[in-house]
């Protein structure tokens, strides 16, 4: 059970790593778009969390404050993303630079208090 829960904690970090990623990417070929694979990636992040948010295998003690947090950021991450995109799809213009740095600053915060708390 024990390394059950590591693999799920491995997935969860490929979610921060899809999402950040490609968040970074856009940064790097000065696009500054919102794309499906940060969808996806906040979803494994979702997904996974939820499973992890579980107190398994018996005996674990979790951070439910840090969890709720977590939880909350990542639905205003989606939200942002779900608004963004919409937009994007109507304009064809990138999305509001300030939504697309709050997008990537919400997910970078995210890791940081996962590890950090
Ligand atoms: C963008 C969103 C998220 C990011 C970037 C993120 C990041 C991380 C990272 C990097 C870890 C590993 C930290 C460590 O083990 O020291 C972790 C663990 C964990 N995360 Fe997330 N997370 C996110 C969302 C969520 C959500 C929505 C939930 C639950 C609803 C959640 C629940 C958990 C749990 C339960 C652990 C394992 C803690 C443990 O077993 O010690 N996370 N997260």
Redesign the pocket.
Known sequence: MDVL?HVV?LF??V??AV??GAWFSQVAAREFRFTRVMDY??GL??L???A??APWPAG?E??YP???I??V???V?GAILGIGSARQKRTGEPVPRALFWTAGA???L??G???IW
Request: charged residues 10%; positive net charge; hydrophobic residues 70%.
């Open positions: 829960r904690i969860h970090i979610g921060f999402t950040f990636g906040i992040s979702l996974t969390g939820l992890l948010a674990i979790l951070n840090k969890i709720a977590k939880l950021i990542l639905l991450l919400l997910s970078l995210a890791a208090l996962a590890v």
